[in-house]
């Protein structure tokens, strides 16, 4: 390890507005493709001749690889840079969604659809892009980067959704998923101008180059940086316990299952709105602050939720405070990583954090259903969400939102 | 350099929303049945129409009323005899489809919602 300040900020090859435009693109496809997944189960399983075992446990696998593998990923972008991580990745993401069509077999799907697809995911998503762009992007515009860059990959869904459907409808699901597999190659022509961002490059000059080994383990004996860790497990459990649990738990209190479905739609629109101003909250106020009052309204819009009378009006609103709620967490968490360990590991770094994310993801998940079949109501894991929450917003109290000390080149001593 | 801000991100959004809004208007047209159509449809009338009045003009274009969907006016039916398609545009349905690209797609961070989400609320003839 060298104490010596870090190299001059690189400078995009293309026009920044290129840059910017081509990376959410590569975002918006990246979310867009695996949120269509939904829509193969159905066909995929019939004509295997499956239980919904097997599709589901090739999507849960292919959720917590994305998860696991996002470390990796950040790595090899830090060191490699991200267009050629994003190339890689896109080849392995579409190859994962065309073998799906050859998969016959409970293995070869979770092969394709798991294996490759996770990897090919955290290879070419956001967490990939924000990196990129945080290396890129002026420090006074970063985070306003991040939350363009999430809100295009929540628009992937609006985009990709019909587009998914219409592609089984129009031709049938196997040639649904090569054309769903030729859209993930468009990224090959959208990365180039990403290519300045150029892993071994650091940002300003208060960082300190070291290995990346040295920065993952300088990172995870600072307190900030496990307790920040800590706190987006907590986005993953609520995040993934409200969009699995939340349709059914209405219907079972008499919200009619038109009403059910529109109430995840309004999360999906807010939810854009929500991404995009948390990154320009993130520029002007304090990302802790910013993060332990998000978790803190969450408990208060869930306790309320819970307390008052259901109905069309509680739920709409509900919907909607959460949406703006929702993945508005990605920016600030971004954030807060690039202020405490600077932008060389980023990507790296932002990848162990998302780590925590995907487990309580499945968490949220799977302990839904399981204390809903223990307990028969969703009372027992809707008050888990809430005590999470709250959880959550102590975590973020006490992060220290500041260059920690070991990643900070020394002040010269004073005479 | 000028770095982009909002204006970038308002142009883009909109480009976006724009740009899926015709690919799903194009779609659903591809996808409007001919008028001499049969069988299991999707029929769209206007979403203020009752219920009741959906019921009937149903029944009285010789089909038969399978279920409601989640979007208003809108339902699935079946219909055997020839023209069952032109029939539900006379009796005021704005058009009758083989099959909607049309239906709430959530992707948080964990795709396998979406299976769920989709069997319970999928728009299917």
């Known amino acids: ?415 | 350099m000028q770095w982009p801000g909002h204006k970038l991100a308002l142009g883009l959004f909109a480009t976006i929303l724009l740009a899926a809004g015709l690919a799903m208007t194009a779609t659903m047209l591809a996808g409007r049945a001919s008028d001499g159509e049969t069988g299991t449809l999707l029929a769209v009338f206007p979403p203020s129409t009752q219920p009741n009045s959906v019921f009937g003009k149903i029944i009285m274009a010789g089909g038969k009323p399978i279920r409601p969907t989640w979007v208003n006016g809108t339902w699935v039916v079946h219909g055997d005899e020839p023209g069952f398609a032109g029939r539900l545009k006379a009796q005021g349905a704005i058009g009758a489809y083989r099959n909607s690209p049309v239906l709430p797609q959530l992707a948080g961070c964990f795709a396998y919602a979406d299976a769920k989400t989709v069997e319970m609320f999928a728009i299917r003839p």
């Not at chain 1, 090739?58 to 990923?73: E, K, S, V, Y």
């Not at chain 1, 967490?127 to 515009?141: Q, T």
């Open chain 1, 1 to 415: 390890m060298s104490s010596q300040a870090a190299a001059p900020a690189p400078q995009p090859a293309f026009n920044p507005t290129a840059v910017i435009v081509c990376g959410c693109l590569i975002a918006l496809i990246a979310f867009g493709v695996r949120s269509t997944m939904g829509l193969f189960n159905q066909p995929i399983t019939e004509a295997n001749g499956w239980g919904r075992e097997t599709f589901g446990l090739a999507m849960a696998l292919q959720n917590l690889i994305w998860g696991a593998a996002q470390p990796f990923a950040g790595a090899f972008a830090d060191k490699f840079g991200a267009y050629r991580v994003i190339i890689a990745g896109a080849a392995i993401y579409a190859v994962g969604t065309a073998l799906m069509v050859t998969a016959d077999t409970g293995a070869m799907m979770y092969l394709s659809g798991g294996l490759l697809m996770g990897l090919g995911i955290a290879m070419t998503s956001f967490s990939i892009i924000m990196a990129a762009f945080g290396r890129l992007v002026p420090p006074e515009k970063r985070s306003w980067a991040f939350g363009i860059a999430t809100a295009a990959s929540s628009m992937g869904q609006f985009v990709f959704a019909p587009l998914g459907q219409a592609f089984i409808a129009s031709f049938g699901w196997q040639t649904a998923l090569y054309l769903l597999a030729g859209s993930i190659l468009f990224m090959w022509l959208l990365v180039m101008p990403l290519r300045a961002a150029k892993g071994g490059v650091a940002r300003d000059e208060t960082e300190l180059d070291m290995t990346i080994a040295e920065a993952l383990s300088r990172a995870i004996r600072h307190p900030s940086f496990v307790l920040l860790t800590l706190g987006f497990f907590v986005c993953g459990f609520q995040v993934a316990f409200i969009t699995v649990h939340f349709p059914p738990l209405l219907i079972e209190q008499g919200i009619t299952p038109q009403l059910a479905a529109w109430s995840i739609a309004i999360v999906g629109i807010f939810n854009v709105v929500g991404s995009y101003t948390s990154g320009i909250v993130g520029a002007k106020y304090s990302r802790r602050w910013s993060l332990t009052l998000l978790y803190l309204t969450r408990s208060v819009v869930m306790t309320a939720f819970f307390m008052l009378p259901i109905t069309p009006l509680t739920v709409v609103l509900f919907s909607a405070t959460m949406g703006l709620l929702w993945l508005s967490t990605v920016p600030l968490t971004m954030g807060l990583v690039t202020v405490i360990c600077g932008t060389r590991y980023m990507a790296m770094l932002y990848g162990i954090v998302f780590f925590s994310h995907q487990v309580g993801s499945f968490l949220g998940v799977w302990l839904g259903g399981r204390l809903y079949d223990q307990y028969g109501t969703y009372d027992v894991v809707w008050w888990l969400g809430v005590a999470l929450g709250l959880f959550a917003a102590i975590m973020h109290w006490p992060i220290k939102e500041s260059r920690a000390p070991s990643f900070a080149v020394p002040e010269p001593a004073k005479a």
